[in-house]
């Protein structure tokens, strides 16, 4: 086996046949980890002035392990997507969302070296790497099967998305109107009563805005008593999807091992 | 074609054969959430006063839209109810659901030529432009087929909101008995007490008002844990509905796709 | 027709034949709702002050229709239960739930003519007239799914109740065990850090209370989260059974209306 | 029979077929109900002082009490499982869950006599006391099919724990770097974002801490709706667990059914 193969099987998140591909996937992933948990540790003050340096040794050989994957990852592209052209499955590679994280993660580092850039966009580009973390469970079957459900239930969310969005414009603008006059404070705008009305609609009532007037408060309980649909609503369609796919994945198991199905007409299988 | 039948073309949502039909569709879209974006940043004092002008010139060019729109649609209602008689078509769509929202997103402009009203008044009539929304996406299959499940647990929900009312207003006039002495001022009367219980089924809790008493407290924990069960019923309801709803029309699309069975390499019917 | 099976019928809300019918159950109905709004406005102190005799004759206006109501359905219990001797009937209506809530709502009123009280216990005690509320929507069929739904699911609800009980009193001492030395006032007890605890695992959230520790915001943390899955329990359960009884009650009406089902070994129908 | 077995079948929670059997057990339920009310009341200031002869008796009784339950539970140990040999029976129960909960609820009271220990740390460890609440229901049928619901839902609530916690860690990191120059002190690290995150993705919202800036509170709103969405994903997974669970069960036993069928009024079998 070549030697461009191997080193493909080791970053190859598919397949941990031996011990080695093993040790490169959670060699990787505890990187990722240390990673977040650095970026955690580096906002306490206190704890950033006294390891500084330490921070930056992390800093700097997961940059070099990151970006070593990244080379390697557009290096061995053509065997990850086979049935494309060399250069053509490199550029598949760079441009699909697992190649943009992975480059989003590195670039920042090297970015100050090239052009003049604000440390302050630095810092916020820095969280990208936090984007990794995506890759941690990406062959679990229950993500697969919560991602099913999210897609077969696409136009369903869309739609609560809009009633949601219709519900909060509507109560936002009435409570601006209504309580403009007597808190022109906080309900100054009818942004600050969007605040309002998405504090209200998802039940979080942080408490720093809500009506005093009697006519406001009747609203909020409106607003706040069909908070509960709007949370039955998307459960319902969730519920019934995972019922369905469940279902669907039971029946397909049971057909596909029943028989295979012929058309009369052409002979070939009409499931494939 | 008539011109008459090519301008209802053009205004009638269900069919955007040609480009025009799509332009004056996306052109009628775009138009309302534009009407909406200004209204929300009217209500900002210092954008209302830089761009007072530009809204104005916004409102004007709306209000002759949306009234030429109106107009049309009257005009071209006998296409659009072919059924009955056209002065009848012309007053179905006038007191339609629809029909209803079109003029009232219009009327408040003209309202001050013709008769002396409030600019208050005038201020709140113009939020039935928001009304109009609702027209964004009316032909969506996912919205018939939620309103469809709202139509099919209608008396259930009723009941719903029954049992909520029945448990708002005794836990309101308990904890109003119970907190009035401690808390004269929070639980003035049982208005005040009900603002609380609302807050507290739902579980927005903004912290405005809340119980100090021992038995108070005890009956608000209850209160809340109820509030528990409240959202469990209506999403069981909503959930049960949803399954049955996508199950019949399964079986609907079956039953149809029964009778004749394509071969999806050959073309020809299996069955035959 | 004896004149006591004629007001029987008049007062039976099973049976709306004719008109007379009809305006004794709605004339009840909107007396309850009146009761209920007068309870309401009477709390608000500068509203009863002007309406203080307006108050006073429907109380007793409400107090002389409902004693009536009560001994009608004393004297026509025979008729309700026709299958028991007439005075065991007559035991039976005033030992039911609601012939205990009829008499609750009227008794508070007689006592004080009777008996030396304190006016706050009658207070009190007039709240039970809130109870007539559940009599309004006493024969809707949803009602009656639902609290089949109730009764189907009553040992995993209690099960659920169980879990919740034990979260509560755990995390409750935790925390007191963790904040009590931090914040000796707000939580002075575990009375207090319960108080804490269930306004967290409902998701309430007043903010009159609240871990200010590193150790006890992450166990608050912990305990909001597994909120979410107490929400999900009773809502899974209710949801579950929902369908159960729908898909029970189709089966029912479609195999009772396929054909019997008899014993070959007794001749007798199984399903009965 | 012989004492021990005698013995055995008194504390044996699965067999409660005389008096002394359900006598025992009711017993020791009271006493584990009795302990957490003492350790609640205990909390309250004034009436520790007051009672704390009666709790130190409470609680010599209650260690008396469990520490033969649990010498009793050793010694029967090879009559539970019998299937293993004596001495591996009693190592079974004494490393197994119950096993643990029981010797963890007595060993705190001996710990002092034999080593020198802080007394904070023995406050602590006698909340173990709490677990004990855990052997209440063990025998439940709903809590059974609730634990097998959660053990067939594993690796999907997992899943969602983990899409959680990315939520969390991502909105934390994101809001720190938001907030943290208009609120150095609310949003001093990622610690207290992440505290703001979960309040808010759980609805909770306390009050304690939240968005001021402009663009931090549209983050917050996200974050919220989001909240509906985690909220949705766990009960759509627990509900069809749930509906699958109970058509399995009821499945079998239509199965086991099958097999012999008896008519209710005879007695015989039908299929015969």
Same mark, same amino acid.
């Given at each position: 086996?070549?030697?461009?193969?191997?080193?493909?099987?080791?970053?190859?998140e598919?397949?941990?046949?031996?011990?080695?591909?093993?040790?490169v996937?959670?060699?990787?992933?505890a990187l990722?980890i240390?990673?977040?948990?650095a970026?955690?540790?580096e906002?306490y003050?206190?704890?950033?002035?006294?390891?500084?340096?330490l921070f930056?040794?992390?800093e700097?050989?997961?940059?070099i392990?990151?970006s070593?994957?990244?080379? +390697? $990852?557009?290096?061995?592209?053509d065997?990850e997507?086979?049935d494309?052209?060399?250069?053509?499955?490199?550029?598949?590679?760079i441009f699909s969302?697992?190649?943009?994280i992975d480059?989003l993660?590195?670039?920042?580092?090297?970015?100050?070296y090239?052009i003049?850039?604000d440390l302050r966009?630095?810092?916020?580009?820095?969280?990208? $790497?936090?984007?990794?973390?995506?890759?941690?469970?990406?062959?679990?079957?229950?993500?697969k099967l919560?991602l099913?459900v999210?897609?077969?239930t696409?136009?369903? +969310?869309? +739609?609560?998305?809009f009633i949601?969005?219709?519900?909060l414009?509507l109560s936002?603008?009435l409570?601006?109107?209504?309580?403009?006059?007597?808190?022109?404070?906080?309900?100054?705008n009818i942004?600050?009563?969007l605040?309002?009305a998405?504090?209200?609609l998802?039940t979080?009532?942080y408490g720093?805005?809500?009506?005093?007037?009697?006519?406001?408060?009747?609203?909020?309980g409106?607003i706040?008593?069909?908070g509960i649909g709007?949370?039955?609503?998307p459960t319902?369609?969730i519920?019934s999807?995972?019922?369905?796919?469940i279902?669907?994945? $039971?029946e397909?198991?049971k057909?596909?091992?029943?028989?295979?199905c012929l058309?009369?007409h052409?002979?070939?299988d009409?499931?494939?």
């Open positions: 086996m070549k030697i461009r193969q191997q080193i493909y099987n080791l970053i190859d598919n397949q941990n046949n031996n011990k080695a591909d093993a040790f996937h959670y060699f990787i992933s990722i240390i990673n977040v948990i970026l955690f540790l906002s003050e206190n704890i950033n002035t006294k390891y500084k340096t930056w040794y992390i700097i050989f997961s940059i392990i990151f070593i994957e990244y080379l +390697i $990852r557009i290096w061995t592209a065997l997507y086979k494309v052209k060399p250069y053509k499955a490199r550029l598949k590679y969302f697992m190649g943009i480059l993660s590195v670039v920042p580092f090297y970015l100050p090239f003049k850039i966009v630095i810092r916020v580009l820095r969280l990208f $790497r936090l984007l990794r973390l995506l890759k941690l469970n990406r062959h679990s079957n229950s993500l919560i099913q999210f897609k077969r696409k136009s369903d +969310i869309l +739609i609560t998305v949601v969005s219709l519900l414009i936002a603008t409570m601006y109107n209504i309580e403009n006059a007597a808190q022109p404070e906080a309900f100054a942004g600050e009563a605040w309002w998405v504090a209200t998802t979080v009532g720093d805005i809500y009506p005093i007037t009697g006519i406001g408060k009747i609203l909020s409106v706040a008593l069909l709007i949370v039955a609503l319902g369609i519920s999807a995972y019922i369905e796919e279902q669907y994945n $039971r397909k198991t057909k596909s091992s029943e028989e295979q058309c009369p052409c002979g070939k009409i499931k494939k």
